[in-house]
C-alpha cells in the first residue's frame, strides 16, 4: 500500500545552516496493516507523516502508494494531528462530512454519511452540536469520523489522543481499533507511548535519534482483540515492551549524552 524509498529531509535554520531531520528511511506497509512509530522526542516523527500526507516534500527519496507516487495526490489519505483542528462554526455533521463536501457531495448526503459514523462512535444525540459544545474526547471521535467520512485508503494519526485523560485515551484506542478492524484502511500511528503503540498495531517501528532512520521494527504477535488492560500483564507484552524500551532509551541515552 506505502512504500518509502530513502526518504530524507533537511530544513533551512534561521542561521543559514542545515539541520537534517530525516536519513533514508526504507518502509513499506501493507494494505490493512497497523503500524506504530514511535522514536525520541524531536526524531522526526511528525515530518515522516507530513512527508507521507503530501504536506511536505522530501529533500530526498520518494512515497509511493500503490503504484503511483504520491506527490500531486489528493484524498487518498487522512491525516488527524494532536491538535484540534475542528471548525467551530459547523455542527457535528457539516465537520464530520466536509471532505465529501469538499468532493461535491450535496449536503444533505453529507450529512446523512455523517450521521451514520456519528451513531457509531457514540455521538448521536450530539449531531447538531458545536465542537466547543463537546468534551475532549467527543473532539477526538469526531476527528476520527471526519476521516473515515470520505473514505480515505490510509489514515495517518499524529499522536492524536496525547492530550486525553487516561480513562478517555483507552476509549478511544479501543474506538480506533474497531473502526480500523470494520474498514480495514491501512494505519499509520505516531505516539510517545509504547503501551499505546504495542496495544494498537501489528507493528511498531522504531526511528532512531535525528537525523532519524528506522532502527528496528518489531513484529506485534499478541491476539486480537486487545486492550492495554487486557494484554499488559502478558510476559509476551512485557518482553516486546521491554526490548522496545531498552532500544529507544539507548537512543535517548545517546541523545542527551552529546547534546550536554
Known amino acids: 500500500m506505502i512504500r518509502l524509498e530513502g526518504i530524507g529531509q533537511t530544513f533551512l535554520a534561521a542561521d543559514g545552516s542545515r539541520v537534517p531531520a530525516l536519513a533514508g528511511i526504507d518502509l513499506a506497509v501493507d494494505a490493512g496493516e497497523f503500524v506504530s512509530l514511535v522514536g525520541p522526542s524531536g526524531c522526526g516523527k511528525t515530518t515522516l507523516v507530513e512527508i507521507i500526507a503530501g504536506l511536505q516534500k522530501p529533500s530526498?527519496?520518494?512515497?509511493?502508494?500503490?503504484?503511483?507516487?504520491?506527490?500531486?495526490?489528493h484524498g487518498w489519505a487522512g491525516y488527524m494531528s494532536q491538535a484540534d483542528t475542528l471548525l467551530p462554526?459547523?455542527?457535528?455533521?457539516?465537520?464530520?462530512?466536509?471532505?465529501?463536501?469538499?468532493?461535491?457531495?450535496?449536503?444533505?448526503?453529507?450529512?446523512?454519511?455523517?450521521?451514520?459514523l456519528a451513531?457509531?462512535?457514540?455521538?448521536?444525540?450530539?449531531?447538531?452540536?458545536?465542537?466547543?459544545?463537546?468534551s475532549g474526547g467527543m473532539r477526538k471521535r469526531l476527528g476520527l469520523i471526519r476521516m473515515l467520512a470520505y473514505e480515505p485508503e490510509v489514515l495517518l494519526l499524529?499522536?492524536?489522543?496525547?492530550?486525553?485523560?487516561a480513562q478517555t485515551r483507552e476509549v478511544l484506542q479501543n474506538d480506533l481499533v474497531d473502526l480500523w478492524r470494520d474498514f480495514r484502511r491501512t494505519v499509520i500511528f505516531v505516539t510517545h507511548d509504547l503501551m499505546e503503540a504495542i496495544t494498537l498495531a501489528?507493528?511498531?517501528?522504531?526511528?532512531?535519534?535525528?537525523?532519524?532512520?528506522?532502527?528496528?521494527?518489531?513484529?506485534v504477535d499478541l491476539p486480537r482483540p486487545r486492550t492495554s488492560l487486557e494484554v499488559q500483564f502478558s510476559p509476551e507484552f512485557q518482553a516486546l515492551h521491554q526490548a522496545i524500551?531498552?532500544?529507544l532509551m539507548a537512543e535517548v541515552d545517546w541523545q542527551k549524552a552529546h547534546q550536554a
Not at 499524529?158 to 485523560?165: G, H, K, Q, S, V
Open 158 to 165: 499524529d499522536e492524536p489522543f496525547a492530550a486525553l485523560d
Open 89 to 116: 462554526w459547523r455542527d457535528v455533521l457539516d465537520n464530520a462530512g466536509i471532505g465529501l463536501e469538499i468532493r461535491g457531495v450535496p449536503r444533505p448526503e453529507c450529512r446523512r454519511r455523517a450521521a451514520e
Open 245 to 247: 524500551r531498552r532500544d
Open 60 to 73: 530526498a527519496g520518494r512515497v509511493t502508494h500503490g503504484h503511483a507516487g504520491q506527490n500531486g495526490a
Open 119 to 134: 451513531a457509531r462512535v457514540g455521538l448521536a444525540g450530539f449531531e447538531n452540536r458545536y465542537p466547543h459544545e463537546l
Open 202 to 219: 501489528d507493528r511498531v517501528c522504531l526511528l532512531s535519534r535525528r537525523p532519524a532512520a528506522i532502527k528496528r521494527e518489531y513484529q
